[in-house]
């Protein structure tokens, strides 16, 4: 993070990277110095309302986070940024959206937990976006000509006023990851029923934080027989949608041997929680998030590499337990290896559910092409794996097999991609 005093005094000039948090209510002139040099600019944090007409001479800028501020519009200046490919507006308060008001080469726009009712008319001209976050904000309707956005990989829909859901979202050429829990046509008022037991927070101790996501806080909790892992849901909405729902699509999951178990729930007036089992030591995350370079894509380290044969172990075990979520009505919106955990086995855990989804209130048509929007997703956490995979395994016929199963994925409609269960048939049966 750098300082207003750094900019004023010159000595950022040349910088392609700027982040100022100084409580701004007005937009810094002293900026425009950076034109020449800009490609990332992140105001987040502060109390901005609007951009001056003075932005456009930031040529060069790529990226702009303007998260956290007072925004109640989208400022129409940056239609005027041509090389700006990714604008971050999450948790403002904007209710306009008006035409033109981004780049037409715009590839990732974020503006979860706003207050926008809709999406301007000429929406589908987009045509370059990959990655949309519209999650809690009041969109009733989404315009017909976001068909045309066919570039789109990933779209969280969640917590918002949609009556319904088109085909066409469904039908989208690249899209991998999507998420659309509680809207008006499937809203989640109160938990789902099921066998496990409610349970009160006050019959746990917290030991210490484990872990923390976008939608809680885990932590090593004791009971006096046994130590759980303890997830406590914020109240707020997440990227991903409200707490509620992902807990009810956890426990409507059901149990698999490759899912987190959950032993029970915590539902108290000011508090979401639930009970699960703790995690041995020996497993570790299968892979790290997106980065801005990679967007949709998932990232690994330098170091680190998987052989053919665990990546055909994986797959097969990711396949059994994606059948049986979509058996029991549930996506899981977020395939990613960052949200899997492996030990040195090659057994995995799959879990946050932050991004799932109940299907039932989908038509049978919807359900289905869910599954082959996901069948997509799991198709690219593969492929993201075999690129681990050094260069002199890249020749055996395993390889070649989960290669092919990639590209059985990528043909168009999407409707002729295979099914999860017909994935796994095909891979428990071709390996030689």
Sequence with gaps: MQTLAQLRAGTLRGTTHLQLVEHLTDFPSDIFTLADTLEVLDLSNNQLSDLPDEFACLQKLKRVFLSFNQFTHIPKVLAKCPALIMVAFKGNKISAFAPNSLPQNIQWLILTDNK????????????????????????????????????????????????????????????????????????????????LSNTSLAHYKLIKEIGRGASGIIHLAKTQHTTVALKLFKGAITSDGYPLDEVNCCLQAGDHKNLIKVFAYIEQPQQLGLVM????????????????????????????????????????????????????????????????????????????????????????????????????????????????????????????????????????????????????????????
């Excluded at 309707?141 to 976001?146: D, K, V």
């Excluded at 956005?149 to 991998?176: G, H, Q, V």
């Excluded at 008006?184 to 066998?195: A, D, H, K």
């Excluded at 299907?359 to 048509?365: A, D, G, N």
């Design 116 to 195: 926008l009712t809709e999406l301007p008319n000429d929406f589908g001209n987009y045509t370059q976006l990959k990655k949309l976050a519209l999650a809690g904000n009041q969109i009733k309707q989404l315009p017909s000509n976001m068909a045309n956005c066919k570039a789109l990989e990933l779209i969280r829909l969640s917590a918002n006023n949609l009556t319904k859901l088109d085909n066409w979202l469904f039908e989208l050429p690249k899209l991998a990851w999507l998420a659309f829990a509680g809207n008006q046509f499937n809203q989640s008022n109160s938990l789902t029923q099921c066998s």
């Design 277 to 432: 089992e703790l995690i041995d030591t020996d497993f570790k995350n299968l892979g790290l998030p997106p980065s801005l370079q990679t967007c949709t894509r998932d990232t690994f380290s330098p170091n680190c590499h998987y052989s053919v044969e665990e990546i055909y172990k994986i797959a097969l075990q990711m396949l059994d337990t994606l059948t049986h979520l979509h058996a029991n009505k549930v996506s899981h919106g977020d395939i990613y290896a960052h949200n899997t955990l492996i030990n040195k086995q090659a057994d995995i855990l799959f879990g946050d559910f932050g991004a799932a989804t109940n299907l039932q209130t989908l038509s049978e048509y919807q359900q289905k092409q869910m599954q082959l929007i996901e069948v997509f997703a799991f198709t690219r956490l593969i492929e993201d794996l075999l690129s681990t995979v050094p260069a002199h395994d890249k020749q055996g016929t395993l390889f070649t097999l989960l290669m092919d199963i990639v590209k059985t994925t990528e043909q168009q409609p999407i409707s002729n991609r295979p099914s999860f269960a017909t994935l796994l048939l095909t891979l428990q049966a071709n390996k030689s």
